[in-house]
């Protein structure tokens, strides 16, 4: 089996999610997905580039095909960023192509499955009320819940807030932290004891602010506080997570086992977040899971993928040992989300009740649906073609 030709789709979702098939000269594509957002036309154009490295391999040489790519390119980034985006997204199509060759599920190839079902949290934002009211916020945690999550994640950084001194700086003030802990302690009243409550932060702020914030969190008993301040300086990371007792959580913009390494070693967090359609794809992920696991850290995926990438992201999920829970990222794109696959069984999504099931069909298990694919395309970039 070799490969003729890589191609792209890029559709709405959070921005522009690129999909990724490989075709072969057998007549079996693969498809893939590379992380979405701003660098639509950055990632197609790479992978426009990268596919003269892999036509003629053979794609179920998978791990091959991803170092071949990387170690040519080795002036060009491939490090981290849009690079490693783009290498993520062929990475996935070229494992789905080689489950579907070996007629297995992808967790099989990975491995195998330590469970049925992924369960996931889904990602709540700013809550019902785009000015993140505390009340917007109650409304959301609650109708998530009953929708069968246990698992959920507030936004509660504010850049905007009218009360901050300075704009610049990345210091927060007692207003600022007042309205952080009225939110979080409404959420938690709302849902009860039994719901696993993140809170994010984006990485906007300075290690005393992480700190009082970190303190000020204490009571709600936080399954994570998410990236206090940013990913890049270990030291300071270290600083936090020992002065604080609520469980921090970093790595949604770290790539490859190197950018964990540190972190790693030096025991700077308490989770580790990697973005799997981004982070160098599902091997690598799963080798950064393994990481973790020497140190006892629990891996919990971020993910902002249509349902393509969420459903081969959950295979990884399934096939180590440490996983904790999945990022779901759709409860304001709902109709769009479920639109782009067919899930299994004729199911309207493949979400239900919180949980992921692992489908057994051949590679990553569910089809893209064209229908929905060519209703959400973004225009200019082709379908495919
Ligand atoms: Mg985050």
């Not at 919990?300 to 459903?311: F, K």
Request: with cysteine.
């Amino acid at each position: 089996m070799k490969i003729v030709d890589i191609k792209t789709a890029v559709v709405a979702y959070h921005g522009k999610a690129t999909l990724v098939r490989i075709d072969t000269d057998v007549g079996l594509s693969g498809f893939g997905e590379a992380n979405p957002d701003a660098g639509a036309a950055a990632i197609v154009g790479l992978i426009s580039e990268l596919k003269h490295g892999l036509i003629g391999e053979d794609p179920r040489n998978v791990e091959h095909c991803w170092e071949k790519l990387r170690r040519s390119h080795v002036f060009a980034g491939p490090q981290g960023g849009i690079f490693l985006i783009a290498l993520s997204g062929i990475e996935i199509a070229l494992w789905d192509l080689a489950a579907k060759a070996a007629g297995q599920p992808l967790y099989r190839m990975l491995g195998g499955k330590f469970r049925d079902q992924v369960r996931l949290y889904a990602d709540c934002g700013d809550g019902d009320d785009p000015s993140g009211s505390t009340e917007g916020c109650v409304a959301r945690a609650r109708r998530v819940v009953a929708d069968g999550f246990t698992a959920i994640k507030f936004d509660i950084d504010d850049l905007s807030h009218p009360e901050k001194f300075d704009t610049a700086n990345h210091t927060i003030n007692g207003a600022e932290l007042r309205s952080m802990v009225e939110r979080v302690a409404a959420v938690r009243d709302a849902v009860g004891p039994g719901i696993d409550l993140c809170i994010d932060l984006h990485a906007r702020y300075d290690v005393p602010s992480a700190c009082r914030i970190a303190w000020a969190m204490e009571p709600f008993d936080l399954l994570w506080l998410e990236e206090p301040i940013p990913a890049e300086n270990v030291d300071a990371l270290r600083q936090v997570r020992a002065r604080s007792r609520t469980p921090i959580c970093v790595g949604e913009n770290l790539y490859l086992r190197w950018g964990f390494r540190e972190l790693l070693q030096q025991q700077a967090v308490d989770v580790i977040m990697p973005d799997v359609p981004k982070c160098g794809g599902l091997a690598e992920s799963k080798k950064i899971a393994n990481l973790a696991e020497i140190y006892y850290i629990p891996f919990a995926p971020h993910l902002v993928s249509t349902p393509l990438g969420t459903m081969a992201t959950s295979h990884v999920c399934a096939a180590v040992p440490n996983f904790l829970v999945l990022e779901w990222h759709a409860l304001e794109e709902r109709e769009a989300w479920d639109s782009y696959v067919r899930a299994p069984n004729g199911a309207r999504s493949i979400v239900k009740d919180g949980h992921i099931a692992l489908s057994d069909a051949p590679g990553i298990g569910v089809e893209l649906n064209m229908e929905g694919v060519r209703r959400h395309a973004v225009p200019g970039y082709g379908i495919f073609d």
